[in-house]
């Protein structure tokens, strides 16, 4: 097993960034692709962006592309999210997630581990 701790989070104002952080504990970590997802108030657990194993592709939800860079440092078993330009519509909990499958998955039910997530709110 793999366990993850987000970090990161915060209020910030529209047009502002943040920088989320995942840290992982556990089985080898660069053996996962990780991914971030976001979950808004009644909504569902959307993705935001995907980075493969040996940070060799990334994948991004066309909301965030542009604005949003997910990279990672396998010696820090730690993957990061840049958020830069947030909108208020950006507002919701982040979760980071590990996927154990070589099959690039951009849906939730693809990934095996997930944080707790970490609230970021981009106010108006």
């Known amino acids: 097993q793999v366990q993850l701790v987000e970090s990161g989070g915060g209020l910030v104002q529209a047009g502002g960034s943040l920088r989320l952080s995942c840290a992982a504990s556990?089985?080898?970590?660069?053996?996962?692709?990780m991914g971030w997802f976001r979950q808004a108030p009644g909504k569902g657990r959307m993705f935001v962006a995907r980075?493969?194993?040996?940070?060799?592709?990334?994948y991004y939800a066309d909301s965030v592309r542009g604005r949003f860079s997910i990279s990672r440092d396998n010696a820090k078993n730690t993957v990061y999210l840049q958020m830069n330009s947030l909108k208020p519509e950006d507002t919701a909990v982040y979760y980071c997630?590990?996927?154990?499958?070589?099959?690039?998955?951009?849906?939730?039910?693809?990934?095996?581990?997930w944080g707790q997530g970490t609230q970021v709110t981009a106010s108006s």
């Open positions: 997630a590990a996927d154990d499958s070589a099959v690039v998955g951009l849906q939730a039910y693809s990934y095996d581990y």
């Open positions: 980075i493969s194993r040996s940070a060799s592709s990334t």
């Open positions: 556990g089985r080898t970590f660069s053996r996962y692709a």
